[in-house]
């Protein structure tokens, strides 16, 4: 969460169909925020920072925010995005086992004489 702090402090802003701010590029959908991250990759590769000697500037650790906030909120989104489809089967599932558990209980029951089905009235 250190990045969001950092992104908060400086006022990050991300140029992508306009100017975004942090909490905008949650509104994005899981394909703008890919491609975002992408043209934000390519900027930090692009940022000159080929030397482990040649000490940092602003604009390389300006880019390297940028893509990494915009990363986590993309795995974040993307995390989210698998566990309700999951989820959603497992509803899926249970509904038809529970509908299958309906049906047995039914066709018990048609097995049954009228007098053992009077009994079972309440």
Excluded: C, P
């Amino acid at each position: 969460m250190e990045i969001f702090k950092i992104a908060s402090q400086q006022k990050l802003r991300f140029n992508y169909k306009g100017v975004l701010s942090t909490e905008q590029l949650w509104d994005l959908t899981l394909d703008e925020l890919d491609a975002l991250v992408v043209s934000l990759e390519a900027e930090h590769n692009q940022s000159g920072k080929k030397s482990f000697l040649v000490k940092s500037t602003a604009k390389d650790i300006t880019a390297k925010l940028r893509f990494d906030v915009a990363l986590n909120i993309l795995n974040t989104k993307n995390e989210a995005a698998q566990a309700a489809a999951q989820a959603k089967e497992d509803r899926d599932h249970n509904k038809k086992i529970d509908s299958l558990i309906a049906e047995k209980k039914d066709s018990s029951l048609k097995d049954k004489s009228i007098k053992e089905l009077e009994k079972m009235r309440k």
